[in-house]
């Protein structure tokens, strides 16, 4: 399947795709039992990362606002029928997408590490989205146990003037352990740390802390924490 079919698909799970593309891709789901499975395998690719994020309620003013727009009467009977019904698809699509504005960030980032990855994906790979608050991403970060790499690609970083940034690998009770220096300009490989190859990361954190140049020099984060993010398992 090309980069491009995979990207065709990639949207229509993230419910991206503009009405009328997203109807002609329904006619060839419908059809295709091979774009099934590529679908599926794409709704089990996202779903741990939407997880992630919680639901965004939009408020009062912005359904009002669509309502008045489409109208709540029925059109006069002179209106084409085409535009009404494109006006109440689109209805549809604004309200799917206010709801996941937050989840539709996380998969577009998992699209960018799942299917750029440089690495063969293994059942012991990991993958986190690393950012501020819900911010964009900051990083995009996979890590491979088995191999002792992780993969980070910068999204959105940025590094102090006169300062570094370092990744940590936080466990539930147990210290951070440093997995290097980050370059938030390029793609960039790091060795797993000894006693973390072959482990069980999921549900550990990952964080970004501001370091004096060349890193920590206590082996324990120093500065400020400005990102962050949770593994979890790679679903691929």
Not at 27 to 50: F, I, N, S
Not at 106 to 135: E, H, K, M
Not at 190 to 195: D, F, H, Q, R
Request: net charge negative; aromatic share 4%.
């Amino acid at each position: 399947m090309t980069e491009e079919q995979e990207a065709r698909i990639a949207e229509y799970v993230l419910g991206t795709l503009p009405p009328e593309e997203r109807a002609v891709f329904e006619r060839a789901l419908a059809a295709d039992p091979t774009l099934r499975a590529a679908v599926a395998a794409w709704e089990r690719r996202l779903e741990g990362l939407a997880a992630q994020v919680p639901p965004a309620q939009p408020g009062p003013h912005v359904w009002a606002a669509l309502e008045r727009a489409v109208g709540p009467e029925a059109p006069p009977a002179t209106a084409e029928p085409s535009v009404i019904s494109r006006l109440r698809r689109a209805l549809a699509v604004w309200r799917a997408s206010a709801l996941a504005t937050g989840a539709l960030a996380a998969g577009l980032a998992a699209f960018i590490v799942l299917t750029r990855a440089d690495i063969p994906l293994r059942p012991d790979s990991y993958v986190a989205v690393v950012n501020r608050g819900g911010d964009l991403p900051a990083l995009i970060v996979r890590v491979d146990t088995r191999a002792g790499v992780v993969q980070v690609r910068p999204v959105r970083a940025e590094v102090p003037a006169d300062r570094s940034l370092e990744l940590w690998f936080v466990a539930a009770g147990a210290p951070p352990r440093s997995l290097g220096l980050i370059d938030a300009t390029d793609r960039q490989r790091l060795s797993i740390p000894e006693a973390l190859r072959g482990s069980a990361l999921a549900g550990g954190t990952l964080a970004v802390s501001v370091e004096p140049a060349g890193g920590s020099p206590t082996g324990a984060p120093t500065g400020p924490v400005v990102y962050s993010g949770t593994l979890i398992d790679d679903p691929s």
